[in-house]
């Protein structure tokens, strides 16, 4: 499974950061990236969890 960040939409709220830390960072313009964009086996409910919370649905899963 992959996550990725359309980050030209990216509010810089923090909110997936904040619920998969394993996934999601932010870059050094604090917008949001997906980094690994190979999300682990055990942060596969929290990156979908983030994909559902983000508010300006910018984050895409690939399965
Ligand atoms: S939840 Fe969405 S808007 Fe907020 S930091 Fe993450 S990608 Fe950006």
């Known amino acids: 499974m992959k996550a990725f960040v359309d980050k ?13 830390p394993a996934v999601f960072t932010f870059d050094s313009d604090r917008k949001a990236q997906a980094d690994p964009c190979d999300v682990p086996e055990g942060s596969i409910k929290s990156a979908i969890s983030a994909r559902k919370a983000c508010p300006a649905s910018v984050i895409d899963i690939e399965y």
Do not use: E, V
Request: hydrophobic share 30%.
């Open 8 to 20: 030209t939409g990216c509010i810089s709220c923090g909110l997936c950061i904040s619920i998969c």
